[in-house]
């Protein structure tokens, strides 16, 4: 008779419930482990072979349609799909693993363009979505919530990591593309004994961009220091310097970045309304070049986002951004940011122009019927530097999730360009499997 680690390790190959292996009649059916799991989650392991042998499994399955067109390029159409498998053990006095692999296959790349690879056509619109295979995630990760008989947490991971701080304004995953954005780096975050704080350090040596095995990833040495401390739920003050140096590979992008955001929400019962909500989050930041980068410059940046949500309606915000500059010469950059989930989805300013931007914007979303998540964003752009008027962009995205491991979006970008920029539209269909 199958024991559990058995059942589990059955159920995972041919996707079947462990409830439905076959019981004595002596013994009463055990309730079900969650799918990708070995053994009980909730069981603390007596052994390092319990740990490295009753971890879970990660897998997920994103296929994605990409249409895309721009002015001077021919249209695009990118047909990928990403599957990301992994293993993490349990943890054993505080120890585990994590190794987890990714690959993107096309149906045809030549039907788009990948300038960081140069895969594909180059007269046709950017996509970068290039195929392969790649480790996406390995790291060693030390994690207790008491230190000793302290009070101190202490969370420490070295190798291969996903590092996403706060709106990933400044530092981020870029999760959006098919290859994600991780960072070989040890990083430790700590409370350091103190309630509702936290606080965050990286060393990064090397930078795994979201263009797969053969893009042009950078060489690092840079440290990413963040500290967060709630005085209630209404704030949140974040201090942070983000030093980023990569060397030969990207000496334009090295920058010192340092600034401070204070974000909250204000519960809609203190209002007398228990359904309303109200969050913010303001940032300021100022921007030197640093290590390698040749251009001596300061910019600046600040960011300023309201948002109103009714519980069973929607929501709308209202926000701006502005990307300085230093009279024409250089502006402000976030290299490890998450930089498609601002300015807009049709990735015009994935790279500040050295003119500097400013961005005025405001998003409406729902909670429709059939459990529909629609959301409209229009944005305003302009320049820093003569305040040139450089275009608007309409977004719409929907989306709808089946069950917990199932979901789909629809997504469309249109970028109408004014004085020089060129027209850009994107269009997406995904859908997404994990366990």
């Known amino acids: 008779m199958p024991d559990r680690l058995s059942r589990a390790a059955v159920s995972i190959l041919l996707a079947v419930p462990a409830a439905a292996l076959a019981q004595s009649e002596e013994a009463p059916e055990p309730p079900p482990l969650p799918f990708g799991y070995l053994s009980d989650p909730a069981t603390t392991p007596r052994t390092i072979f319990d740990a490295l042998f009753g971890g879970k499994v990660h897998l997920s399955d994103r296929l994605r349609v990409e249409a895309a067109d721009t002015t001077g390029r021919r249209s695009s159409i990118a047909v990928t799909n ?27 790349s030549d039907a788009y363009f990948v300038p960081a690879t140069g895969d594909g056509d180059p007269t046709r619109t950017v996509i970068s979505d290039p195929v392969g295979t790649e480790v996406n995630q390995a790291y060693a990760r030390y994690h207790t919530a008491s230190l000793g008989d302290s009070a101190v947490t202490l969370d420490v991971r070295a190798g291969r990591q996903r590092i996403a701080l706060d709106d990933q304004r400044f530092i981020g995953n870029v999760g959006w593309r098919q290859f994600e954005q991780t960072l070989d780096a040890v990083s430790v975050r700590s409370n350091l004994g103190i309630e509702r704080l936290s606080v965050f350090y990286a060393y990064v040596w090397r930078v795994q961009r979201v263009f797969g095995p053969d893009g042009p990833n950078w060489d690092s040495d840079s ?10 739920p209404a704030l949140r003050v974040t201090p942070f310097a983000y030093l980023q140096d990569f060397e030969s590979d990207a000496p334009a992008a090295s920058v010192a970045s340092y600034g401070v955001r204070i974000s909250g929400d204000l519960p809609g019962k203190d209002m007398g309304h228990d359904d309303l909500s109200i969050g913010y989050d303001l940032t300021y930041a100022d921007q030197t070049e640093y290590g390698s980068n040749p251009v001596s410059y300061d910019a600046g940046f600040f960011g300023a986002q309201t948002k109103l949500a009714k519980r069973g309606l929607g929501a709308v915000a209202i926000g701006y951004q502005w990307l300085g500059s230093d009279g024409g010469l250089a502006a402000f950059q976030f290299p490890l940011g998450t930089n498609h989930a601002f300015q807009g989805f049709a990735d015009q300013f994935l790279t500040t122009p050295a003119f500097g931007l400013h961005d005025l914007y405001f998003t409406v979303s729902a909670e429709a019927p059939l459990g529909l998540t629609p959301a409209l964003t229009w944005h305003q752009f302009w320049s820093d530097t003569g305040e040139v008027d450089l275009g608007y962009e309409l977004d719409a995205v929907v989306g709808k999730k089946f069950n917990p491991n199932w979901s789909a979006l629809f997504k469309a970008a249109f970028f109408d360009g004014h004085n020089g920029q060129p027209d850009t539209f994107r269009l997406w269909i995904e859908t997404t499997l994990s366990i």
């Open 82 to 108: 990403r599957l990301r498998l992994g293993y993490e053990t349990k943890p054993f006095q505080g120890l585990s693993a994590l190794i987890e692999m990714e690959n993107v296959a096309a149906i045809d």
């Open 223 to 232: 440290h990413l220091v963040n500290a967060s401390y709630e005085l209630c």
